[in-house]
């Protein structure tokens, strides 16, 4: 488990422009301008190295890396204790990972440092098969929000898509920056929503960026 999980995170982060190497089948070091600066554990515990103490790069990369690391401990975990998908027709070896009114929630580990597909299915046949697949590329938290919808278990109204996510954090930004200071509950109820908000996109400042880069500017 601990080697698949280090070796995953390591392919995850290098998607993400973010150098990493296994050590010893340990940890895995992280990087910032080819110098060590955090670690994670087996058991996706980050830690910061004597060079990202006091370094304002590293943790904010500490705070991104941990993301991931929590993220790609989840599903390989869950990967290797789930049984095989039996189904009629499916000839590839998928993993069966939930399983609950009338949706499929499974998994497939790719290979060759492919990573991981996940993909929902709804059962056919008595459940004797499967159909209308949706597909998901090193998405297991959007496989995971779309079985949820799938099998009944929340509505989708009550999910917000990351553009919606990024457009309520702009206005929590506007909230704090330009209007009047809120009450201490309030307050506290906003910071924890943006707290959620940077947990739940990942690439948050990159779409404030794009975002911010596409409104119509004046020309004075």
């Known amino acids: 488990m601990k080697n698949k999980y280090l070796t995953e995170l390591s392919r995850r982060l290098s998607v ?10 340990r940890r895995l070091d992280v990087f910032l301008h080819d110098r060590p600066v955090l670690y994670v554990s087996p058991a996706s515990d980050v830690f910061l190295l ?30 290797e204790k789930a049984l095989p998908l039996r189904a009629s027709g499916l000839h590839e070896d998928f993993r069966l990972l939930a399983d609950f009114g009338g949706a499929v929630l499974a998994g497939q580990e790719r290979g060759n440092g492919l990573g991981y ?12 098969g499967v159909c209308h697949g949706h597909y998901y590329e090193d998405d297991f938290q959007s496989a ?19 553009e919606e996510l990024t457009e309520l954090y702009r206005a929590t930004n506007f909230l704090l920056e330009e ?3 809120p009450e201490e509950k309030p307050l506290k109820a906003i910071q924890e929503a943006r707290t959620k908000i940077e947990y739940t996109v990942p690439d948050l400042q990159t779409r404030l960026e794009q975002t911010q880069s596409q409104e119509p500017q004046m020309n004075l």
Do not use: C
């Open 16 to 25: 993400d422009g973010i150098q990493s190497a296994i050590k010893e089948d």
């Open 50 to 79: 004597p060079d990202g103490s006091q370094n304002e790069e590293a943790s904010e990369l500490y705070h991104q890396v941990a993301v991931t690391a929590d993220e790609v401990y989840g599903y390989v975990e869950a990967m």
């Open 117 to 128: 597909q996940f993909v929902t299915w709804v059962w056919a046949y008595e459940r004797q």
């Open 144 to 162: 995971k929000q779309d079985f949820a919808v799938r099998s009944g278990l929340i509505s989708k109204a009550q999910l917000f898509s990351p």
């Open 179 to 181: 209007g009047p200071e």
